[in-house]
């Protein structure tokens, strides 16, 4: 399973980018990067994955770096409503489990 | 729609006691996993259903930890001989389909249930 590493926590001004990094530097050519992120006392929710290309959707965009080494994540106009732990997955194996880091704790301060 | 639900929302049982853990996944989804977390970690892998069947249980933790899903629907997670360890929120989660490595595979996550064991 690959490793992911994030910084532990993150501030952001509200209505500014919030840009999360990650790095992957052991993935494998097939696995895809995913992103969650989980709000205080709530279960984790789908952010958006990639594998090669930048994806973008309502929620936010991914960029990955051509060597596939790292990503970051941007939410580009962060709300307070974003403050949440955010996790970069590495997705495990042909089963589709999700394997957890420490995350990254993004607070969003007015 | 209804996403997925679990139940009780809380329980709080005392060391040695039986629990039961309850996850009603998405209809219509034939994937479901278990997760655990504890306080200021993020989830564990559990268990993972395609079905009816366990497809991987390598993150049970240990004999006492065991899950069924009869009809492919919903799913109980039992815990035997608790201890004050197992005290963490065990998280549900649904997918569509199980998934082929980096196919789309969106997990939609139940509350939680939070275990204390005293």
């Known amino acids: 399973d690959a490793k992911t590493t994030q910084p532990t926590s993150m501030d952001c001004a509200e209505g500014r980018a919030a840009n999360l990094p990650c790095n992957h530097s052991?993935?494998?050519?097939?696995?895809?990067v995913y992103w969650y992120r989980q709000i205080h006392s709530q279960g984790p929710q789908y952010i958006i994955h990639g594998l090669k290309n930048n994806e973008t959707n309502e929620m936010a965009s991914l960029i990955i770096t051509e060597d596939r080494k790292s990503s970051t994540l941007i939410l580009p106009h962060a709300t307070l409503r974003d403050t949440a732990v955010y996790y970069c997955?590495?997705?495990?194996?042909?089963?589709?489990?999700?394997?957890f880091g420490q995350g990254t704790t993004l607070q969003v301060k007015p | 729609g209804a996403g997925v639900s679990q139940t009780p929302s809380n329980k709080v049982t005392e060391k040695g006691k039986y629990v039961e853990l309850r996850c009603d996944p998405i209809?219509?989804?034939?994937?479901l996993y278990w997760y655990r977390q504890s306080l200021g970690q993020g989830p564990e892998f559990l268990i993972y259903f395609q079905g009816t069947g366990a497809a991987d249980d390598s993150g049970l933790p240990n004999d006492r930890f065991f899950a069924v899903r009869p009809e492919g629907s919903v799913s109980t997670l039992k815990i035997q001989r608790t201890e004050r360890g197992d005290s963490a929120v065990y998280l549900c989660a649904s997918s569509l389909k199980g998934s082929r490595m980096g196919s789309y595979n969106e997990q939609f996550f139940g509350p939680g249930t939070r275990l204390t064991v005293l």
């Open positions: 997955i590495a997705l495990s194996g042909n089963t589709g489990k999700l394997i």
């Open positions: 052991t993935i494998s050519g097939n696995e895809y």
């Open positions: 209809s219509g989804h034939t994937a």
